[in-house]
């Protein structure tokens, strides 16, 4: 909408970006990808507990207060020495505690600066010299008085609390979690002075659900500005860490909250067909009809690539112009993209590493297709099996919700549990001798209860 209000050239960031910023040079990181392409291939209980505790408020006020209190708690003032001169132990903690407001690490810079320039002065002054060394020497003393010697190290020290114990889990000597990421960050600009966009005037965070609240913790230290913050609580990616309107507001109280309950995008019939899946009794679909969603039932993965082949066929002879064939997981999808490939279809891939969105055929996945939409989508494998769980829940729900006039999803073997509200006749037809598109819609037309 922006462009369309005269804003052009909009400056863009994600938490991706801030996440490369801050972390380079300290730790590798898994990408909230990587997480959500980890927790669709397997279940991990440990891990699921893990993002569910550092995806609550109260574990942003539980690591804001452990991390303020260290300077009070765990900072030891000792006398510095340096070319026979000495600043005494009271010296220190009175520079120490001139300056309360500020985050720890800081006021230790600020003890040594103030401690260099009072020493050199005196050794010069009595005609000795003062190298690089010796300033490396007294910051390294008053660094000495602190147990930590940056903010990780004071992240996992958190951690070593008995109450805490096993909530924290490196993926290797080098690299962290995804839930960890913006906890550490958080860290950092707690205890350090960090460079912060007070340039910005206003920002708009749009996907709400998907962060969570240490997430928007950072964005209150890094952004001083108004903000928009803009999303759907039922899309959400991860149900594991995600937002809702109430979690966020307890981030930012002297917030204005407005709910939009009116959806656009989709006809009467998907989105009551969606409703089925992920229920959100406030939502008001726009008065626009169309054929009601069809659940498709193949006898074999043969078959039901042969279904989906007619359905674009079908889509090719329509007015529509844009079709979106969304699976589960970007491994799925790749391996659809390559078999239609191979049955004469030019359809377009996009996974993570992909730049630009064009109209006509896509195959993607569930998570890479949040904010699009098409006018037709085929929503493959919505068997028991593959849609089993509730985050298997929250993708069949942001699947079936691209679609603006047809929705189509076909399945082999029995149905997924969040699809038995929809009452179909298997069809048994191949490919080949579908018959026409009305005996097709009579053999699978889902009714929507």
Not at 103 to 112: N, S, Y
Not at 185 to 191: A, G, N, S, V
Not at 220 to 228: A, D, G, K, V, Y
Not at 408 to 418: A, K, V, Y
Request: charged fraction near 25%; hydrophobic fraction near 40%; aromatic fraction near 8%.
């Amino acid at each position: 909408m922006l462009p369309e209000l005269g804003e052009e050239k909009i400056a863009e960031i994600d938490f991706d970006r801030i996440a490369g910023k801050y972390l380079a040079n300290v730790t590798g990181y898994e990408t909230f990808s990587e997480q959500v392409v980890k927790l669709l291939d397997q279940a991990d209980e440990a891990a699921t507990e893990r993002m569910r505790y550092k995806a609550t408020p109260e574990f942003v006020a539980e690591l804001d207060t452990w991390v303020t209190s260290r300077a009070d708690e765990e900072f030891v003032p000792g006398e510095i020495e340096r070319k026979h001169k000495r600043l005494s132990a009271q010296w220190v903690a009175d520079m120490f505690n001139e300056s309360p407001t500020l985050p720890v690490f800081t006021r230790l810079d600020r003890v040594a600066n103030s401690a260099v320039h009072r020493l050199k002065n005196e050794v010069r002054d009595r005609g000795g010299k003062w190298a690089a060394a010796d300033t490396a020497g007294v910051r390294k003393q008053v660094r000495a008085m602190f147990p930590y010697k940056d903010a990780f190290a004071m992240y996992k020290a958190f951690f070593s609390d008995p109450a805490r114990r096993g909530m924290f889990k490196p993926l290797g000597r080098k690299k962290i979690e995804y839930a960890d990421v913006f906890p550490l960050i958080y860290t950092m600009l707690r205890t350090s002075r960090q460079e912060s966009y007070s340039h910005i005037r206003h920002l708009v965070v749009d996907e709400m659900q998907d962060y969570t609240p240490v997430q928007y913790a950072v964005l209150r230290e890094l952004f001083s500005c108004q903000m928009t913050i803009l999303g759907d609580s039922n899309q959400s990616v991860n149900p594991f860490s995600s937002s809702s309107l109430a979690t966020i507001h307890s981030i930012f109280p002297e917030a204005d909250c407005l709910e939009l309950c009116k959806s656009y995008r989709s006809t009467v019939e998907i989105t009551e067909f969606a409703q089925n899946i992920s229920r959100n009794d406030k939502l008001v679909p726009i008065a626009r009809h169309g054929m009601p969603p069809r659940v498709i039932a193949c006898a074999d993965r043969h078959d039901q690539q042969a279904r989906i082949l007619t359905l674009i066929e079908q889509y090719s002879r329509s007015d529509h112009r844009s079709l979106g064939i969304i699976c589960k997981t970007v491994a799925q999808a790749e391996t659809l993209h390559r078999a239609l490939s191979e049955a004469g279809v030019e359809p377009t891939f996009l996974d993570y590493d992909s730049t630009a969105f064009a109209g006509g055929i896509v195959v993607t996945s569930a998570h890479i297709s949040k904010g699009l939409e098409f006018d037709t989508v085929i929503v493959p494998h919505v068997d028991e099996v593959n849609y089993a769980n509730e985050m298997d829940r929250c993708m069949l729900y942001i699947a079936c919700t691209r679609a603006m006039h047809e929705l189509h999803l076909t399945h082999d073997g029995r149905l997924s549990p969040f699809l038995e509200f929809a009452e179909q006749t298997t069809s048994r037809l191949g490919a080949g001798d579908a018959g026409t598109a009305e005996s097709r819609d009579r053999a699978t037309a889902a009714r929507v209860g």
